[in-house]
């Protein structure tokens, strides 16, 4: 009797291990893919589109800032309904182009709606630096002697983008379990580290004076995950900002796309979630563990 009184009273201390284990567990170890880890980023996943106006104008973007070579870019933009009455053409030519590489052209159509599209792939050795995509209204010679002049001029539009190439950066948490940390950007980039009690990852990044830096920096989930904000020097980055965009969010990274005028300025990305330094589920398991060994004690002082 006393040892079955004894068996039972190990046997709930387990059961009540184990159900902490499970309660200290976080959400998204419970329910598997869904929970606090994959918690919906607030920034917005494209840069507004710039539509043309009606006085006979067209306009190109890029879908993002910055490209690794190899990269595909996607090129969109509009063409107004008067400047395609006038020009009588809905072929556009784009051109990206950089000052140390051939140009590389593709044509698109202008849809009903004024949009056009088209993909260009950057070659796997495209240089890192500045590159402009042009896009050129195609009008026949026939057409084109009819035009006037400020509307010759309205025939074409340019944007920039950068290229640079993605470089790897380990950072340790304070358990010594190491991350990779995955950056590109145009500027240069140093003293990348992992915050472990503030939640956040950060880095100094830095460039010459008036131009504009761009970044792209990719954050594990299983170092830092849940709700993610952006901060420049201090200052979070609204949500609603054109100067910060999510790239990718996927079951085990996010990839931000991150902008600001160049000087020397710190860069971090904050979460809710963060490798935990001595999980409770750990303790909890110790505890369940020492339980286990306490009832086998138990059974060999009674010979079983």
């Known amino acids: 009797m006393q040892y079955k009184t004894a068996s039972a009273a190990v046997l709930l201390a387990l059961g009540l291990a184990f159900a902490a284990v499970f309660a200290a567990m976080p959400a ?7 929970g606090s880890a994959n918690a919906q980023i607030a920034y917005r996943t494209s ?45 556009v030519t784009v051109t990206l182009a950089s000052a140390g590489s051939a140009a590389v052209e593709e044509e698109a159509t202008v ?18 630096g500045d590159y402009s995509a042009g896009a050129k209204l195609e009008v026949s010679a026939s057409v084109l002697g009819l035009l006037e002049a400020d509307v010759i001029a309205r025939l074409e539009s340019s944007t920039s983008f950068v290229v640079a190439a993605e470089s790897s950066h380990e ?8 991350f990779e940390v995955e950056i590109a950007s145009n500027s240069t980039v140093s003293a990348v580290e992992l915050q472990q009690e503030q939640k ?18 990719t954050v594990p989930k299983a170092m830092l995950s849940g709700e993610m904000l952006v901060m420049i020097d201090g200052e979070v980055m ?3 900002s054109e100067d910060v965009i999510v790239t990718s969010n996927t079951s085990t990274e996010t990839t931000f796309e991150i902008s600001y005028g160049h000087s020397e300025h710190e ?17 909890a398991m110790a ?17 079983l």
């Not at 004024?114 to 993909?119: A, C, D, F, N």
Request: hydrophobic share 35%; charged share 20%; proline share 4%.
């Open 171 to 178: 950072v340790t948490a304070d358990t010594g379990e190491q």
């Open 287 to 303: 505890a369940a563990l020492g339980g286990v060994s306490a009832l086998a004690a138990f059974r060999r002082r009674l010979g």
């Open 28 to 34: 998204y170890a419970q329910t598997g893919a869904s």
């Open 238 to 240: 609204a949500t609603d």
């Open 111 to 128: 849809g009903s709606d004024g949009r056009y599209s088209v993909q260009v792939s950057l070659p796997g050795n495209a240089e890192e």
């Open 267 to 283: 860069v971090a990305v904050t979460g809710t979630n963060v490798v935990p330094e001595f999980p409770a589920s750990v303790i």
């Open 47 to 91: 840069y507004p589109e710039a539509s043309a106006s009606s006085d006979g104008s067209m306009t190109v973007q890029t879908e993002h800032r910055l490209y690794r070579p190899g990269e595909t870019v996607r090129v969109t933009g509009t063409v107004s309904e008067e400047m395609r009455q006038e020009a009588q053409s809905d072929t």
């Open 200 to 217: 956040m990852v950060r880095f100094m990044v830095e460039g010459e004076d008036g131009t504009t830096g761009t970044t792209q920096v």
